[in-house]
């Protein structure tokens, strides 16, 4: 029997239409979880790496790619209401879903990580005289409690920390302009680790993929309606994606840095954001908790929801120590390829196998491993690394896309049932 916390989120089932949520609220939580410092310290890579004018172009055709997967992804979380641990039992059955649901485990602990370390460094770039990894505790143990009390919390500190971090990214922009002369200025910046316009695209697409893609179904799983969640995702990531790795574009070639905290310190405003930079870091790193914990939950049904967060917490807090952190630019190509394939495979589906419905997820018969979905995801990241036509985020999207698509119909086994 599921626990009163456990009711509230619905991890292991739909949520009804009578709790569904409204239209800001929901703006508001996303806002918050795309409002991500990581997003920032690759939109520094970018701009240490292209030349202005490819720069933007190269953010912005992320995002546009971003936009597509996310409106995708919400669309399938608002027509089913389930988690994303549970949509893909849908596309590679009751035991073949273990593997991507430890996927989301590993990359959300791999994000909680990262946030924690970036508010012990952003503290040790303030206040010289306190260590790191002491304020990594502190700060991963405070994360991890307030990730305990789910999508509500994370409504009330994201309405608090979305504008905050959007009014000290203005004034960085603002400053960065009149540092270098204006976009004349920016243009006679010469990269200092170029990048191909392609490996810009990827690193953009790569810093919300997990976003995009594994959070989104488990937020919009409470919008009221299909257009509801394409708006939402719209407005994230054209909007808020877009705003939020240009602040670190625009940083970093202003300053010469990619750490978000390094330039806000060459700016003076390091101690003025400062707690509005922690406050940021903390409510993405909630939601990380939350989606994770979510995912875990739809399969381990014995553990309850609120042992498996502070297992996370525990975890991610062992990985900033042992600086996982280092390892970021590795981590998000990573993610570039392994996880927008993926929904490759989600998004066919909710065209093609499932078109007639979903089903109930307790009665539904699965097959214990779907291994056209496996076939598909892996056509896709084959695709990603070894035929890279064009850009490579969206080919193995299409490809894990096609394929699935076209052995779904070859077998003729669509429907809850096959």
Same mark, same amino acid.
Not at 2 to 22: M, Y
Not at 74 to 102: D, H, M, N, Q
Not at 380 to 409: E, N
């Given at each position: ?35 991500? !410092? ?13 030349? &202005? ?132 200025? &920016? ?55 877009? &705003?939020? !790795? ?173």
């Amino acid at each position: 029997m599921a626990n009163a916390n456990e009711d509230k989120e619905f991890s292991r089932d739909a949520v009804p239409l009578d709790q569904r949520r409204g239209f800001f609220s929901l703006l508001v939580v996303v806002l918050g979880l795309v409002f991500v !410092v990581t997003s920032m310290q690759v939109g520094g890579i970018i701009g240490n790496g292209l030349p &202005f004018n490819e720069a933007i172009g190269a953010v912005v055709l992320s995002s546009v790619i971003l936009t597509v997967l996310g409106a995708f992804m919400g669309v399938i979380g608002a027509k089913t209401g389930l988690t994303f641990g549970l949509l893909t039992r849908y596309s590679f059955g009751e035991f073949g879903t273990w593997i991507p649901v430890a996927i989301v485990a590993v990359t959300t602990i791999g994000w909680f990580s990262i946030d924690a370390f970036l508010i012990g460094a952003s503290t040790n770039s303030l206040f010289a005289s306190i260590p790191v990894w002491p304020i990594v505790v502190i700060s991963g143990v405070g994360m991890t409690l307030t990730a305990l009390y789910g999508i509500g919390w994370m409504t009330k500190l994201s309405n608090l920390a979305v504008p905050l971090i959007a009014l000290f990214a203005i004034i960085s922009i603002v400053y960065s302009f009149v540092s270098v002369g204006g976009i004349e200025g &920016f243009q006679a910046i010469v990269p200092a680790s170029p990048i191909t316009f392609s490996q810009g695209v990827s690193l953009g697409v790569g810093s919300y993929a997990v976003g995009a893609i594994m959070f989104t179904p488990d937020i919009l799983r409470f919008a009221k309606s299909k257009g509801s969640a394409i708006y939402i995702m719209t407005i994230a990531m054209m909007i808020g994606n877009t &705003f939020v !790795v240009l602040f670190g574009t625009i940083g970093a070639l202003a300053t010469g840095e990619y750490d978000i905290a390094n330039i806000l310190r060459l700016q003076g405003l390091l101690a003025p954001a400062f707690l509005v930079l922690v406050l940021n870091i903390w409510s993405t790193a909630q939601g990380c908790v939350y989606t994770g914990s979510l995912s875990l939950s739809s399969k381990i049904g014995s553990v309850k929801r609120e042992h498996i967060v502070v297992a996370f917490g525990v975890v991610g807090i062992i990985l900033a120590l042992l600086g996982f952190y280092d390892h970021f630019g590795n981590y998000i190509n990573f993610l570039a390829s392994l996880v927008p394939t993926l929904a490759g495979v989600l998004i066919s589906d909710y065209f093609v196998k499932y078109r007639a419905g979903y089903g109930d997820v307790a009665t539904v018969r699965f097959a214990p491993v779907d291994v056209t979905g496996f076939a598909a995801w892996l056509a896709g990241i084959l695709v990603y690394y070894y035929l890279p036509l064009g850009m490579p985020a969206v080919t193995g999207v299409v490809a894990s896309f096609l394929v699935r698509t076209v052995l779904v119909m070859a077998s003729k086994k669509q429907g809850v049932h096959a």
